[in-house]
């Protein structure tokens, strides 16, 4: 049986940002929770209180982790707001939790997705750049070199930010892939195992983009970005393509579009003949994505590809005519090493994709890899890879456009995309910023509705239950009518 560790909260209700901040220092672990009244004997335990004492309140933490023990306590004024409390009891926490393991996060007690949004808060109400990066450094305890990537981040994106109301984005989903990588938990299905879902699949997705289409023309929407994504549209046939983007075309206008872009991640579905189908229907930006250039690692993670092929697959798409590509990376996957990210890195930047994403692995419970911890990478090993590509992308001419960070992430690290001037993805940035409409359109899409607040409209994560509730869900996209009528 393995260890258990619980979390036991003791006169609040801040749960939530509690076990965000344990997380930090205890990437996946999955506590007990235990609120008030809940007892527990787990052999870990973090204990979080807060009490009114007289005129102030009393905020304690009490901790046995791993054979240490530590306890601490603050005091603050009556009158403190819940907010203020909140963030005062994570400090406390944070603080705790890196003096008994002797680790700083790199981001600090920074729990957020989007640190660049908050860069940009603080510019927008008037701080200067380095006064915004160091306030939010002091602030959240973020080191130096993160706090200046995302203030070098949101610089860059700063002229891309501003946009007319009736701008949106529109993301196209095709959730198949030749095979399911191991690290993956994204809404993507073998075609060994859905394959036969396909052709079905694609004529509810043209039935949803007309609707889509109809909508849009109704609501007075220009749609400024295209994002083709998945799991990994090229697995389709060119013919299929074709199909697809000559459904959307023939649905939706799309002669105020700035950025068309198509994931062609898996060098082994790409052709020629599907890029040629790509290019001729209006796809300008597209992604082919080694991961890794080490052919042991690509075994490792389950890829039926080699290294030459991801040169072959570069070659064909320049040759296809497409002059903005870009290749995502991947720090610390299973038996990868800093040297061998370190040639990855220079062989693609020898390339010369217009970007380049650096990802840090994340690990996510649908994933096989979160069943076997040996197989992850060191967490100092990421930090390395990072590290390296940060300052050699920057030499090299790429600068860092977007950036955001996910649960279960080695070394509490961050998603990077990089990119030559006047190459930046403005889907990429518009996507993170949240300032932007995004309309999704199959299986496991989101659409993203923003006004004062944002509303959110998911649609159903398996093919199979696409298809089969199709009508229920296109119910629910009266919704994005709603949202523009009373607007």
């Given at each position: ?246 459904c959307l075309r023939a649905c939706i206008a799309l002669e105020d579009v ?230």
């Amino acid at each position: 049986m393995g260890q258990e560790y619980a979390l036991v909260f003791r006169g609040h209700g801040d749960a939530y940002e509690v076990q965000a901040t344990a997380k930090l220092f205890l990437p996946g672990v999955r506590f007990q929770l235990c609120p008030d009244g809940v007892e527990t004997a787990a052999e870990h335990r973090i204990l979080t209180e807060s009490r009114q004492d007289g005129a102030e309140i009393c905020q304690t933490v009490d901790i046995t982790l791993h054979g240490k023990q530590l306890r601490r306590s603050q005091r603050l004024p009556a009158g403190a707001s819940g907010a203020e409390q909140e963030f005062k009891l994570c400090r406390l926490l944070y603080e705790s939790l890196r003096e008994l393991t002797g680790y700083t996060p790199p981001w600090g007690m920074l729990t957020g997705i989007r640190p660049v949004r908050l860069v940009q808060q603080a510019l927008d109400a008037g701080l200067a750049p380095e006064t915004a990066m160091q306030e939010l450094a002091a602030h959240y305890s973020i080191s130096e070199e993160k706090s200046r990537l995302a203030l070098k981040t949101a610089l860059v994106q700063r002229p891309f930010l501003t946009h007319a109301p009736e701008e949106i984005g529109l993301y196209i989903a095709i959730p198949f892939c030749p095979t399911r990588c191991s690290y993956c938990s994204f809404v993507s299905h073998s075609v060994e195992t859905a394959g036969k879902l396909i052709p079905a699949y694609l004529e509810k997705l043209c039935e949803e983009l007309r609707i889509l289409g109809e909508i849009i023309r109704r609501a007075g929407l220009r749609v400024q970005t295209v994002y083709l994504g998945g799991g990994t549209p090229t697995v389709l046939t060119a013919e299929q393509l074709t199909a697809l983007l000559q459904c959307l075309r023939a649905c939706i206008a799309l002669e105020d579009v700035k950025e068309f872009t198509a994931e062609a991640g898996r060098p082994d579905t790409i052709t020629a003949g599907k890029l040629a189908a790509l290019k001729a229907n209006g796809v300008t930006r597209i992604s082919v994505n080694p991961q890794t250039m080490q052919d042991s690692v690509l075994a490792a993670i389950g890829r039926r590809h080699s290294a030459e092929d991801v040169r072959e697959a570069f070659r064909l798409t320049r040759a296809a005519g497409f002059d903005d590509i870009n290749m995502d990376l991947i720090a610390g996957l299973p038996t990868d090493t800093a040297e061998g990210f370190a040639e990855t890195l220079r062989e693609v930047m020898g390339l010369a994709p217009e970007s380049i994403t650096v990802h840090t692995l994340t690990v996510k419970r649908a994933a096989a890899l979160y069943r076997d911890s040996t197989a992850f990478a060191e967490a100092e090993t990421a930090v390395q890879m990072t590290a390296f590509a940060a300052e050699a992308l920057q030499e090299g001419g790429w600068q860092p456009y977007y950036l955001y960070r996910q649960k279960n992430t080695l070394g509490n690290l961050e998603n990077v995309g990089y990119a030559r001037p006047g190459k930046e993805s403005l889907y990429n940035i518009l996507i993170m910023d949240e300032t932007q409409t995004i309309l999704g359109a199959g299986c496991g899409a989101s659409t993203k509705l923003v006004g004062t607040d944002i509303t959110r409209i998911m649609n159903y994560k398996y093919p199979y239950e696409y298809i089969e509730r199709f009508e229920k869900l296109m119910e629910k996209k009266q919704e994005i009518v709603r949202f523009y009528a009373e607007k």
